[in-house]
């Protein structure tokens, strides 16, 4: 009954929040110094990066350049990781040895790329160097989304085991007729032809131990061969509606299906926690969850107030179940549709995930979509008032902030410009630190010593293969003054970048008259104790 009260108060207080954001200036809500700031980056299809797919060494080079531009623009905007999609279908965008390189790249499966171009071992240097995480994204049962198979060598393998389910849907479609002889150009017939296709959408079993453990070593490839800072799957599981036989209890069918899902999802986390604990693991189902009241009620939890949870027996896919099994460390649920969209507003769902962040204890880092209204300043409006409306929710349930943008193309890339300058104007001025896995046992951070600085640079000594976040303050402000009211060390205004090795070139308008300040941020994002130099005392 609380859980309900404090729905309905929100949603009555949602038309007040967008009234107070109506004049803008600085952001409503102060910037937090612990949030996501994600950015999705699509190559099915080329939607976000490359723009052209080859194989020689030309193309190569165009897209390193595109990734560069990316990244550059990532930072500028204030983001702190990219989501880089490396496996979009049964495919890899990077040096396998499981699956055959992605046509996305190279434009014909299973041809390789140039020589030496790897794009996951450049996009991790280069998001790095920038510091920004990298996390790969993942499609895990996606095969294919055609009626023919591919028949790469890998791919014959994997069709060989058995281990691909497969969905044709045969479709009807009407086109104008052609023109009729003796008629004018251009004349056609009256009556339309029908035109019958086969569409198949075709993915890894999940109920086949054989496939999950497949997809478990593609994982693995991944995060033992590059040094990501997270991995992370999206929001295909069985395809649509995928046909229970006849005979069959649809139910323990249902259950079952979303059981195989289950067990995905906890076989990676497992071989994650194994290999690289620090890698972040998340999933990004749908928006609305809770299986319209059955699995929230699994749980504690009341059902959101408004949408409908389609994915529960439509995809089988239920993230209340990892998020009670802790085997995910976040779910980024794609709430991608506005603060006044008449059946799924923004707000009271991402008050709803917000809550649950609180229930279970992990992560909820929320997806919005960008091209949700046609670029412009209307559009810009709506998806930094998202962001408010997500920072109030996350700090009215106590849980950490973060949100992850859907595409790139859309931020300030191929198809709208604009949006990464407004967030780098406003909500993202300030820096902002990955929130910690405070459910993982991270070994203590141990405080930098021998820091020093040489002309434009600040050197360091440190003992393993860490992070560091590096601070500037004006030589007026005091270390106690420069504190971060929540977190650690100074306040995020003062941060000047993060650094993946053990120096820092400094900004040219931070060589004069301020003192530094370097902590140790290990990758499971807790920060450590902070090293001063030339620090004044009041």
Same mark, same amino acid.
Request: one cysteine or more.
């Given at each position: ?368 979509? #960008? /091209?949700? +209204? ?6 810009? $409006?709506?998806?930094? =008032? *998202?962001? %408010? ?40 001025? #300030? /820096?902002? +630190? ?6 993982? $046992?991270?070994?203590? =951070? *141990?405080? %930098? ?90």
């Amino acid at each position: 009954m609380e859980r309900l009260f404090l729905n309905s108060v929100r949603i009555r207080c949602a038309c007040l929040l967008t009234f107070l954001l109506a004049g803008w200036g600085a952001a409503a809500y102060a910037s937090p110094k612990q949030e996501m700031r994600g950015l999705w980056v699509a190559t099915v299809y080329g939607i976000d990066w490359p723009s052209k797919a080859g194989n020689t060494p030309a193309v190569a080079e165009s897209q390193k350049r595109e990734m560069i531009a990316l990244l550059d623009m990532a930072r500028s905007a204030g983001l702190n990781a990219v989501f880089l999609q490396v496996r979009p279908m049964a495919d890899a965008l990077y040096k396998s040895s499981l699956e055959p390189w992605s046509a996305y790249l190279t434009g014909c499966r299973g041809e390789a790329p140039a020589e030496g171009w790897d794009p996951l071992e450049f996009a991790v240097r280069e998001a790095h160097n920038r510091g920004i995480e990298l996390h790969a994204w993942v499609n895990p049962f996606r095969f294919s989304t055609s009626a023919t198979l591919p028949s790469t060598p890998a791919d014959r393998k994997v069709i060989e085991k058995n281990w691909v389910l497969t969905q044709n849907k045969t479709v009807t479609t009407r086109q104008a007729a052609p023109a009729r002889k003796g008629k004018k150009r251009g004349k056609r017939s009256s009556a339309p032809r029908k035109k019958t296709v086969v569409k198949g959408v075709s993915i890894l079993d999940p109920g086949n131990a054989g496939a999950r453990k497949h997809i478990v070593a593609v994982c693995k490839e991944i995060i033992t061969n590059y040094d990501v800072d997270g991995l992370v799957f999206d929001d295909y599981f069985y395809p649509a509606k995928f046909p229970i036989p006849a005979g069959v209890d649809q139910q323990e069918e249902a259950d079952r299906r979303r059981g195989y899902v289950n067990m995905a999802i906890a076989e990676v986390y497992e071989m994650i926690q194994r290999e690289k604990p620090w890698v972040r693991f998340g999933v990004a189902p749908a928006g609305v969850a809770g299986g319209n009241g059955r699995s929230a009620a699994e749980h504690g939890l009341t059902a959101p107030c408004v949408g409908n949870d389609w994915m529960y027996d439509d995809i089988f896919c239920d993230p209340l179940r990892w998020l009670a099994d802790g085997t995910v460390d976040y779910v980024s649920p794609q709430i991608y549709w506005p603060m006044e969209h008449t059946t799924n507003p923004f707000r009271p769902l991402v008050d709803w995930w917000a809550d649950v962040s609180h229930h279970f204890g992990r992560h909820i880092f929320v997806s919005q979509n #960008v /091209p949700s +209204l046609p670029a412009g300043a209307a559009a810009w $409006k709506e998806q930094r =008032a *998202e962001v %408010v409306a997500s920072r109030e929710a996350a700090r009215n349930s106590e849980v950490a902030p973060g949100q992850v943008f859907y595409s790139a193309a859309h931020l300030s890339g191929r198809k709208a410009r604009g949006l990464a300058e407004e967030l780098a104007l406003n909500e993202y001025s #300030v /820096p902002a +630190l990955m929130p910690p896995m405070k459910w993982k $046992k991270a070994p203590k =951070a *141990e405080k %930098v010593r021998n820091l020093v600085r040489h002309d434009n640079a600040l050197s360091w000594y440190a003992r393993g293969n860490g992070r560091y976040v590096c601070y500037a303050v004006p030589m007026d402000v005091g270390p106690i003054e420069a504190l971060a009211r929540n977190g650690s060390n100074f306040d995020g205004r003062y941060i000047i970048g993060i650094s993946y090795d053990r120096h820092f070139e400094l900004p040219l308008d931070r060589l004069k008259g301020y003192w530094y300040a370097v902590a140790p941020y290990d990758r499971y994002g807790n920060e450590g104790e902070a090293s001063t130099l030339d620090a004044p005392s009041f």
